[in-house]
């Protein structure tokens, strides 16, 4: 029997037994690495704002995504070799769920074999699959990605949020927000069926508690009646009578949205909240989504008795819708001008004809915005972009 058949028969057998399961994620590791015959392995994930690589282990140190070969993994998505003083070779593998990017996993190896690349790729497959089923509730996960206290709105909010990044073949969309830590009323939803995505924005007014609640109860509704196959004009109509049933002081502007992916018509309503902005060729078509919006959510007698409006329009192949709250184009800039809608656009612009990925695009953009006002941002920021590619484009 070949080294290789033995690694596969001990991986079948990890895996074979349930016990394993419900092992801690440092013991899986290194069961499955034993297994695998890789010497040394240490999963990194990545923190809540993406600016560090935190290790599992206590005995590895935290790593730069800006600045750091683990950091290049993680940003481009690709496997990176470096050369180690005390082990031979570190092997730095993305740890993806689909298209989310969790962190990076190291593989300490004296060689860098085929057979020791194949099963390294298969850990990381496996570990991903892992952190993803238990970081809902392992707080062993969260407390390493955190590197300050969380306020209890934001708290709340981030236990609404979807994964920042989600996709197939034919579509990804990817989100942030800022302050991470602070957040108040700003949320983004983002969810896909077989032949759709349904993408969306929130911002309630005010910088607190209640403003979480109202967005919180909000993003439920809206989610509750999308389950259930609701059109969009009545889904909002659901978090109109939600908000007005349960907060009838909390009312939030929003954009929900629904993206045909066969055929890329989008459809979307706008509930008094700022118009999202389409790229297309690397070029900004200015007021393309331009449209009359209607009374924020939560304030269903401003409709005068009419339904909400639904506005329509045909995508392109590799168009990029991007949404946003004002908190963005409000921002300032290193030398105190407002960011404003042609900067915003713009940055997207210039990083897409580079070649970055979606998710690295909104990840160095937040970033600029954050530290271009070091001491706080006037009000919650929050970008959601999704690029459409048809199914035989």
Known sequence: MTAAETGDGLLEDFLADPGNAALDLNTAVARCSRALGLP??????????????????????????????AGWCYRTQSLRVEESETTGLTVWLPLLDGVERLGVLAVHTPALTPVILRRS???????????????????????????????LPAEMLRAFLPPRTIGTAHVVSTAVLEPAYDLGGDAFDHSLTDTALHACVFDAMGHDLAS????????????????????????????????????????????????DLTDGL???????H???LLIRDHRLLVDAMERDADPPMGLPALLAGRSRQVHEIALQPGDRVLMYTDGVTEARTHDGSLFGLERFADYVIRASATGELAPEILRRLIHWILDANPGRLRDDATILMFEWHPPNG
């Open 40 to 69: 040394h392995c240490v999963v990194h994930l990545v923190d809540v704002q993406q600016r560090v690589l935190m290790p599992l282990s206590e005995a590895a140190v935290p790593l730069p995504v800006d600045g750091s070969l």
């Open 121 to 151: 790729r298969s850990l990381a497959t496996l570990l991903a699959m892992m952190i993803t089923s238990k970081r809902a509730y392992k707080d062993t996960f969260v407390r390493r990605t955190r590197t300050e206290p969380m306020r």
């Open 212 to 259: 979480g609640l109202t967005t919180s109860v909000a993003m439920a509704a809206c989610r509750n009646a999308r389950r259930v196959g609701t059109e969009l004009p009545e889904l909002v109509k659901c978090v109109d009578d939600a908000l007005s049933s349960w907060l009838p002081d909390g009312f939030c502007t929003g954009v929900v949205a629904r993206l």
């Open 266 to 272: 989008l459809r979307w309503c706008n509930c008094g």
């Open 274 to 276: 700022p118009a999202p």
